[in-house]
């Protein structure tokens, strides 16, 4: 704490870092720790211009508490400058089966499915990362909205079927559920030419 403001008024990037190490080894205090780590990032990518640096440390901080937002958009922020989506998801992941709360174990697998789909163009990924969020919670309606598009997009009419099957148990609207059944059964006839299962469709 002492060296602290003497690095800082020397601009001494480097030693400042090591300094903020030293209290990030000694602190017990989770939010203290992230704040440390955010200013070691920073610094790494203002001062030093070490972008992969600064990405590793906000996987650290990350790793200290996975629902921090601010921590997230840094680390997004970096992967698009390094193109380290690979990492990125791979952090995800990481953390994923360690988190206790539903709601987060979700939006971290929406995350990850949206970098497969918009920044790595894995379809295959994605798609398996929308079917965990529905073996969480099997109500979410917006992973199988993005589900239907996935396999709508990748002509994968086997599931595309069983997604709209699946979204006609959700959805509340009697019409809807009549157009999704309808498409369902389309599809079995005209793409997958199966009459007997177009046939039960048709009867729901």
């Known amino acids: 704490q002492i060296l602290e403001p003497y690095y800082k008024a020397t601009d001494n990037w ?16 989770p939010t203290a720790k992230i704040d440390l780590l955010h200013r ?5 990518e203002v001062a030093g211009e070490d972008v ?25 922020r970096l992967a ?10 791979n952090l995800y992941n990481t953390l994923i ?31 398996e990362a929308y079917r965990k969020i529905l073996a969480i919670d099997p109500q979410h309606l917006a992973a199988v909205d993005a589900l239907e598009q996935t396999y709508l997009r990748a002509e994968a009419h086997d599931q595309l079927v069983e997604v709209l099957l699946k979204k006609a148990e959700i959805v509340l609207d009697a019409a809807e559920r009549k157009q999704l059944f309808f498409r369902a059964a389309q599809i079995y006839e005209e793409v997958l030419e199966n009459s007997q ?4 469709v048709y009867q729901m």
């Open 97 to 127: 089966p360690d988190v206790m709360d539903p709601q987060l174990a979700v939006a971290l697998h929406m995350k990850v499915a949206t970098i497969h789909d918009e920044r790595r163009g894995d379809l295959a990924a994605a798609a």
């Open 40 to 44: 070691i990032g920073e610094l790494y």
């Open 52 to 76: 992969q640096a600064a990405f590793d440390v906000y996987g650290r901080a990350l790793r200290e508490d996975a629902a921090h937002e601010e921590t997230q958009a840094c680390l997004e």
């Open 197 to 200: 299962k177009a046939i039960s």
């Open 80 to 89: 698009r400058q390094l193109e380290g989506w690979d990492a990125l998801v």
């Open 14 to 29: 480097r030693q400042l870092i090591g300094v903020c190490e030293i209290m990030v080894s000694h602190s017990y205090d």
